[in-house]
């Protein structure tokens, strides 16, 4: 069903409900000032879009199903984890210095609608009405098998890791060390590893049914990647733990023999070149803030330490984590 005569996407209703959505949410954050219902706002956003568009296409498709399915189950996981971990830590760090300031309060919430709305693009197209064409009811396509496979190493990976982070960081035990359990152990972002495959996923089932303009979907699991890997995820959690830990031997070696993002034994990643690192597993260098004078994140330094402390250390508190997809 068309809401809009021109759009065939259902594009125009999508924009209207995400904005309507954010807006209602911001305005409850900003009023009362508390952050439990940001990431839920987001996370429940992307399920609103799936199962609006879903049945607003009125054809029930089995590929519909699928993409809805996955996405309701992604959206539906991130969002309740989320809204539990704010409740339990009480505030995210992220807005201490937006909380007063609405301008700045507002512009993350701008920023968190167009996150929605570009990355619903490939669950919009498959279920927009202009796909109805394209549907094969009988045949899974190889595309529908690789993005299924990809989904699935996607999800299992961002919740195992959210998991294990959740649990090392509520242990009292690991106060002031840096997680390094699970696939923690092979990865220094899994979660992150896990957020960009499974919208891969996502977008290549799509193409199944593609034509024209709905190969935009491409900008699904690119704006993903890039949110993460160049701007608020993976750079602001590596500066944070480098002037938290660069003083640790032990740190460093870790950081020398772990994948920033795929994950990969350790004995194979540490004996790789620099250059092979940065070109294959996304070690850029603006994920160096090891360098004590780095003027872009000039800190005092802390004493040398050898060892992850104990639980009976003055160590620092854990580094909370910016996004966790």
């Known amino acids: 069903?068309?809401?809009?005569?021109?759009?065939?996407?259902?594009?125009?209703?999508?924009?209207i409900v995400t904005v309507a959505m954010q807006f209602s949410f911001f305005m409850v954050a900003c009023t009362c000032k508390f952050d439990k219902v940001t990431d839920f706002a987001g996370g429940t956003n992307f399920v609103v879009l799936a199962v609006l568009t879903f049945l607003l296409s009125w054809t029930f498709h089995w590929r519909?199903?699928?993409?809805?399915?996955?996405?309701?189950?992604?959206?539906?996981?991130?969002?309740?984890?989320?809204?539990?971990?704010?409740?339990?830590?009480?505030e995210d760090d992220r807005f201490d210095d937006k909380r007063s300031d609405p301008l700045?309060?507002?512009?993350?919430?701008?920023?968190?609608?167009v996150w929605v709305f570009t990355v619903s693009l490939p669950v919009i197209f498959v279920n927009a009405p202009s796909s109805a064409v394209y549907l094969n009811t009988d045949t899974f396509t190889?595309?529908?098998?690789?993005?299924?496979?990809?989904?699935?190493?996607?999800?299992?990976?961002?919740?195992?890791?959210?998991?294990?982070?959740?649990?090392?960081?509520?242990?009292?035990?690991?106060?002031?060390?840096?997680?390094?359990?699970g696939l923690w152990k092979i990865s220094r972002h899994p979660n992150y590893?896990?957020?960009?495959?499974?919208?891969?996923?996502?977008?290549?089932?799509?193409?199944?049914?593609?034509?024209?303009?709905?190969?935009?979907?491409?900008?699904?699991?690119?704006?993903?990647?890039?949110?993460?890997?160049?701007?608020?995820?993976?750079?602001?959690?590596e500066q944070k733990s480098d002037q938290?830990?660069?003083?640790?031997?032990?740190?460093?070696?870790?950081?020398?023999?772990?994948?920033?993002?795929?994950?990969?034994?350790?004995?194979?990643?540490?004996?790789?070149?620099?250059?092979?690192?940065?070109?294959?597993?996304?070690?850029f260098p603006l994920y160096n803030y090891l360098d004590v004078?780095?003027?872009r994140s000039p800190i005092t330094s802390p004493p040398p330490i050898t060892s992850q402390p104990g639980a009976s250390a003055k160590s620092e508190d854990l580094v909370l984590v910016v996004e966790e997809n």
């Open 293 to 295: 004078n780095d003027e």
């Open 104 to 113: 700045r309060f507002a512009i993350f919430w701008i920023f968190q609608a």
């Open 1 to 15: 069903m068309l809401v809009f005569e021109a759009d065939t996407n259902n594009l125009s209703i999508c924009a």
């Open 64 to 90: 519909q199903i699928l993409v809805t399915g996955l996405v309701v189950l992604w959206g539906l996981r991130l969002s309740g984890y989320l809204l539990y971990r704010i409740i339990k830590i009480g």
């Open 193 to 237: 590893f896990g957020e960009i495959m499974l919208w891969i996923g996502v977008y290549i089932i799509s193409t199944s049914i593609c034509s024209g303009g709905q190969w935009a979907g491409v900008l699904s699991p690119v704006f993903t990647a890039s949110i993460l890997l160049f701007f608020s995820g993976i750079p602001l959690l």
């Open 142 to 181: 190889p595309m529908d098998i690789i993005g299924s496979i990809f989904f699935a190493i996607g999800i299992f990976s961002e919740t195992i890791s959210d998991q294990q982070k959740f649990s090392f960081r509520n242990n009292p035990d690991n106060r002031g060390k840096w997680c390094q359990v």
């Open 244 to 283: 938290r830990h660069r003083m640790k031997e032990e740190y460093l070696d870790f950081k020398k023999k772990t994948s920033p993002l795929i994950p990969l034994p350790t004995s194979c990643y540490a004996v790789l070149p620099p250059f092979l690192k940065c070109l294959f597993c996304c070690e």
